[in-house]
């Protein structure tokens, strides 16, 4: 672990200074909408105008890369993301964010792409699961101290907008003072989505469902709690307990996972999510209930990403697993940019509880959805599935293959262990 902190700290520390200004600018987004008198429609509109950017940026930014270099590609997205954050105080006006919401899609997913490719080039076979745990530690860490930073000045100022500002072109410093330019990378033709829910069912429809859970966390969990009527401090524990729970019981589930059948797992742990939800929607104004709410669901929802791609893998060749990857982020982006709407048009329908309903909802159906699978086909033997790796919701494809030649070379060791025993 110190050998891969001493040579990748600063670009750690750059991604560190990204996550903090995208978890900042997505909360600050949901209060500020309320401030200006934003529709819950057009909150909605806006939320999932991220996930319509992030979508279209993984599709062409390793174009971009392998066209102008990795060093252009990353100063330019950021500059725009410098940028487009100045511009949502200046004009508030609920189409002119869902165009800025769709250029800082784009632009973080692209930055993250980038940012990973120089990851995987730090790393090596022996510390490739060190960069992967530190890369989740860094984007969550992130996230959460992001909430924190909500409470140094008004919302209804341009001071909140100004630090993710200066926070995302600081991160630009360490990052391109200490990396090497690496060379472009090729991606692989994605899996066709016909060929890949034929080979994975639940797979497929997890990663769906779980798109509309993650965009309601990360996109309207604010918006929620301004509706409530919470103030600015409960607003940011509220998004902060989603992310501690993702990463307290991440470590718990993927030690499950390596060691009982995953259907059962995720059975069990979107059951959870999903009484989690129900718990939300009953908790009314009980502040100290909905963290717990958020608990649950955030604790689940999230290790559930690696886990439905765990077992995907689980049916895949080595040699389909990335071109599957990329597959499943199409799937969970579709899933993303349908969630926040949705989340929209139920809390116009049944108030802020709409918010918990939606979850409840597609937990629950992820749930017996997994029920109704295990009755289809036997599960693979447990020493013969691929190993579980913490892989991140707002991870790009890059970080996905990353994960992959990490499980397939524990994989490997632990074959070559019980051959040596």
């Keep these: ?22 978890g900042l600018q997505g909360t600050l987004l949901g209060v500020r909408g309320e401030l200006e008198g934003f529709s819950t429609f057009e909150m909605s509109m806006i939320m999932s105008a991220y996930f319509v950017g992030f979508l279209g940026g993984s599709k062409l930014a390793p174009e971009m890369i392998r066209r102008v270099g990795h060093v252009r590609v990353f100063a330019a997205l950021g500059s725009l993301i410098s940028a487009v954050l100045i511009l949502y105080p200046s004009l508030p006006n609920p189409y002119v964010w869902m165009a800025c919401r769709v250029v800082i899609g784009f632009c973080f997913c692209g930055v993250y792409v980038t940012a990973e490719s120089w990851l995987n080039n730090a790393a090596t076979n022996e510390t490739r699961g060190q960069a992967l745990s530190m890369y989740m530690l860094v984007q969550v860490g992130g996230i959460m101290i992001a909430q924190g930073l909500l409470l140094v000045a008004d919302p209804g100022g341009f001071i909140l907008f100004v630090i993710p500002s200066v926070l995302v072109s600081i991160a630009f410093a360490p990052i391109l003072l200490s990396v090497s330019p690496t060379p472009a990378f090729e991606t692989t033709k994605p899996m066709s989505l016909g060929t890949l829910f034929r080979v994975s069912p639940l797979g497929c429809a997890g990663m769906f469902l779980l798109g509309g859970v993650f965009a309601a966390q990360f996109g309207m969990a604010a918006v929620y709690g301004a509706r409530t009527g919470l103030s600015i401090p409960q607003i940011s524990l509220f998004v902060t307990a989603f992310y501690f729970g993702a990463t307290v019981l991440q470590f718990p589930l993927g030690w ?14 979107s059951a959870m999510g999903g009484a989690g939800a129900l718990l939300g929607m009953a908790a009314g104004t009980s502040f100290p209930v909905l963290l717990v709410a958020a608990f649950l669901v955030g604790g689940t929802s999230n290790p559930l990403y690696s886990l439905l791609i765990a077992y995907t893998n689980d049916f895949l060749e080595r040699d389909d697993m990335a071109s599957a990857s990329g597959g499943m982020l199409f799937i969970n982006g579709l899933g993303a940019i349908a969630g926040p709407l949705i989340t929209g048009w139920m809390m116009g329908l049944f108030g802020s509880p709409g918010y918990f309903l939606l979850i ?6 992820l749930a017996l959805y997994a029920a109704y699978r295990m009755t289809q086909r036997p599960a693979p033997a447990v020493s013969e599935t691929a190993a579980y790796t913490l892989v991140s919701p707002t991870a790009t494809v890059v970080a996905l293959d990353v994960a992959r030649e990490h499980a397939n070379s524990a994989a490997d060791a632990e074959q070559e262990s019980h051959k040596s025993a």
Excluded at 256 to 267: E, T, V
Excluded at 360 to 365: D, E, F, K, P
Aim: glycine share 4%; no cysteine; charged share 10%.
């Design 1 to 22: 672990m110190l050998q891969f902190l001493s040579s990748a700290w600063a670009l750690l520390l750059g991604l560190l200074l990204l996550m903090i200004g995208n």
């Design 256 to 269: 499950l996972s390596d060691r009982m059948d995953r259907r059962m797992l995720i059975l069990a742990a």
């Design 360 to 365: 409840a909802i597609l937990m629950i159906a």
